[in-house]
């Protein structure tokens, strides 16, 4: 079975440019978060959508970043413009009914804005 | 203060030594524990759930004491392939999972 997919793995980018980053849960799961790590900062989660709808997005930091989930197989993470503190790897993680099951993390995109 | 708090290490092992890490959280109404494991430049993966009663699964046993807030992972007979690093991590608030910064591991022959 297919994990977590995001796309794409890596992306360099200038200040000031538009990122979209893409996420397809696995299927049948109903649960998807976001998630930023740094060195810094460690991991922290950016919103969760349950059932499509956004239910937590407490951890988005500012409004330069937008997460949508139009479907049940597929979220983007925009952040626009970006900035070099934006710079992490950013995790997509889905679950069934919640986070007291197993989260599945997708292998991250990692971005560098210069 | 951070809601999970771990050690960072590194912790150096020789291979089949033991090793314990652990972690105190803040949030007394979490309900939910868990130990995740993230190799080098990769995903974290669940590595297993953490119950009141303690639990065990091969090499691994985990521990939980509510009262002092604090959880365990102690690794036996340690090998090269559990060097990575690992994250405590507690639910918080309504399907949030908090995770620790992480302890690294590094086992060598």
């Known amino acids: 079975d297919a994990g977590v997919i995001q796309s794409p793995r890596h992306e360099v980018t200038e200040m000031g440019q538009e990122v979209t980053l893409r996420c397809k849960p696995i299927?049948?799961?109903?649960?998807l978060f976001w998630y930023r790590q740094t060195m810094m900062r460690g991991l922290e989660l950016l919103i969760y959508f349950n059932n499509n709808v956004p239910i937590d997005d407490s951890g988005m930091p500012e409004d330069r970043f937008s997460a949508k989930m139009p479907n049940a197989s597929f979220s983007t993470l925009k952040i626009q413009p970006s900035e070099p503190r934006d710079s992490a790897v950013y995790f997509c993680a889905s679950s069934l009914t919640g986070s007291y099951n197993e989260q599945f993390f997708g292998p991250g995109t990692r971005l560098t804005v210069l | 203060r951070k809601e999970v708090e771990q050690d960072p290490g590194p912790f150096n092992v020789p291979e089949g030594a033991t090793v314990a890490f652990n972690c105190t959280y803040s949030n007394s109404a979490s309900q939910s524990f868990f130990w995740y494991r993230q190799d080098c430049r990769k995903e974290p993966k669940l590595l297993m759930s953490?119950?009141?009663s303690g639990n065990e699964d091969g090499r691994f046993t985990a521990q939980l004491n509510r009262a002092s807030q604090y959880i365990s992972l102690l690794i036996r007979d340690s090998k090269l392939s559990d060097s990575a690093t690992y994250l405590c991590v507690v639910t918080g608030g309504y399907n949030k999972l908090i995770f620790g910064a992480g302890t690294r591991l590094a086992v060598h022959p």
């Open positions: 953490v119950y009141s």
């Open positions: 299927s049948g799961h109903n649960s």
